[in-house]
């Protein structure tokens, strides 16, 4: 039993086996496999290897500050800040305070991103306080 990554070389294996380390991008798996009578046959497969990109959040506000991000921004009496407390997870979190004044109130940190970095999810919450 057997299979070839991407046509290249075929590995011999016995029983299950695991592939680490594959790129991202397109890939071709064919297995082969020979029964105790001597029949033999191979089947293929293609996947996509899509590896998240773990660098959007990757600071998420540790530093103790908004320097990972492009900035941030806010109307008039609203604050951004980074607290101790309340705290998703680490240390650190945003801190956005509205006045509380009615009409449109805004309070948030940003940052730019391109169109491969908005298929990743993010468990990092703006804590508003």
């Known amino acids: 039993m057997g299979y070839s990554l991407d046509d290249q070389v075929t590995i011999t294996v016995q029983g299950n086996t695991t592939m680490t380390g594959l790129s991202d991008g397109a890939h ?3 297995v082969f496999a020979c029964d ?12 996509t290897v899509e590896t998240p990109n773990p660098r959007l959040f990757s600071d998420g506000f540790e530093s103790g500050s908004f320097n ?10 609203e604050t951004t800040s980074v607290v101790t407390s309340p705290v998703y997870a680490g240390s650190y979190s945003a801190g956005f305070r509205s006045n509380g004044g009615g009409g449109t109130e805004r309070a948030y ?12 999810k993010s468990t990092h919450v703006a804590t508003f306080v």
Do not use: E, K, P
């Open 68 to 77: 990972r991000w492009n900035g941030t921004s806010r109307t008039s009496r």
């Open 36 to 47: 105790t009578t001597g029949n033999t046959g191979s089947s293929i497969i293609y996947f």
């Open 28 to 30: 071709s798996l064919r």
């Open 109 to 120: 940190a940003y940052r730019s991103v391109t169109r491969a970095r908005l298929r990743q």
